[in-house]
C-alpha cells in the first residue's frame, strides 16, 4: 500500500523528529510512503484568523499536489480537519479531486487503527516499549471534528484510537486525567489574539497532568504539545512531552 504524507509546516519547522518517526513507523509497517516535495502549509492559520481570500489558493494548491495520491496521512488532528471539515468552501461542488482528498485524508492515529486495523508494534524486530507513566492530551479537533475519541458535552460513546494504539506499547503505565478533554488553550492564532487567556487554559491543563502523576505527556497534535511545552520550559514544570508517533516508532524518552 502507497501513501502520501503530508507533514504540516510547523513540524516541518520546529518539531522534524516528529515527521521522521512518523515515516519510520509508517515503513515499519510495509507501506510505501511517498513525500511529495511541493506541499505547503494547509492554510489553517489564515482560515483561523478570517483571511478566507488569502486560504483558497493555498487549499487548492494543496489539493492539486495530493489529489495523484490514492491515501493522505497527516500527524496532526487539526491539520487533517482543516482539509476534510473547513475546504468546502474553497471548491465547486462535485469537484473530483477535491472530494478524493477529502475523503482519503487521515491523522495517523485514525488510519492506524480504522484503516490497517494494527495489532501490534515492532522495532528492529522487538515488541515496542515504552516504561514511563504516561497521561493522554486529547485535542480539541481530534475529539470534536475527528471523532478519534468520546468528549464530555457528546453523549455518544466513541472508542480512543489514540489510547487503543498506545496500549498495543509494553510497559506504559496509564496516569488518569480530573479533566480527560479539556482544552489546552492554544487554538492557533486564539494564542496570539488572547495570549492571556491562553497561557492561563494551558497552565491547567499542565498542572491536572502533573498531578496524575505524570512523567510525559503525549498527544497526537503537536501544535497542542508546542503551545504547553513553552509553558512547561519556561516554569520549568517537572513534565516532558511527546507526540504519539514517536512512542509508537520506538523512541525512548529524551534524556
Not at 122 to 131: A, E, I, M, Q, T
Request: aromatic fraction near 8%; glycine fraction near 6%.
Amino acid at each position: 500500500m502507497a501513501v502520501a504524507l503530508f507533514i504540516p509546516c510547523y513540524l516541518d519547522q520546529f518539531y522534524p523528529n516528529v515527521a521522521i518517526a512518523t515515516l519510520e513507523l509508517l515503513e515499519s509497517l510495509g507501506l510505501d510512503v511517498v513525500f511529495p516535495t511541493d506541499q505547503t502549509c494547509c492554510g489553517q492559520p489564515m482560515a483561523n484568523t478570517g483571511c478566507n481570500n488569502d486560504c483558497a489558493p493555498v487549499a487548492r494548491r494543496f489539493v492539486e499536489i495530493f489529489s495523484p495520491y490514492e491515501t493522505i496521512v497527516c500527524p496532526s488532528g487539526s491539520c487533517t480537519s482543516m482539509v476534510r471539515n473547513h475546504y468546502d468552501d474553497y471548491f465547486e461542488k462535485g469537484d473530483e479531486k477535491f472530494q478524493h482528498v477529502k475523503n482519503r485524508t487521515f491523522d495517523l492515529c485514525e488510519f492506524l487503527y480504522d484503516e490497517l486495523k494494527i495489532k501490534e508494534l515492532k522495532s528492529d524486530g522487538k515488541p515496542v516499549r515504552f516504561p514511563h507513566k504516561v497521561s493522554l492530551h486529547q485535542s480539541c479537533h481530534g475529539l470534536r471534528e475527528l471523532r478519534l475519541s468520546s468528549c464530555s458535552e457528546n453523549m455518544t460513546k466513541r472508542e480512543n484510537k489514540v489510547r487503543g494504539l498506545l496500549d498495543l506499547v509494553e510497559g506504559i503505565e496509564w496516569c488518569t486525567l480530573s479533566r480527560v478533554d479539556e482544552c489546552c488553550g492554544f487554538g492557533g492564532t486564539f494564542a496570539v489574539n488572547e495570549p492571556d487567556v491562553s497561557a492561563s487554559m494551558g497552565r491547567d491543563r499542565i498542572a491536572d497532568h502533573v498531578a496524575s502523576g505524570s512523567e510525559v505527556m503525549v498527544s497526537a497534535d503537536m501544535s497542542c504539545l508546542m503551545h504547553l511545552q513553552g509553558l512547561i520550559r519556561r516554569e520549568k514544570t517537572p513534565i516532558q512531552v511527546m507526540h504519539v508517533a514517536e512512542i509508537l516508532a520506538g523512541r525512548p524518552l529524551p534524556s
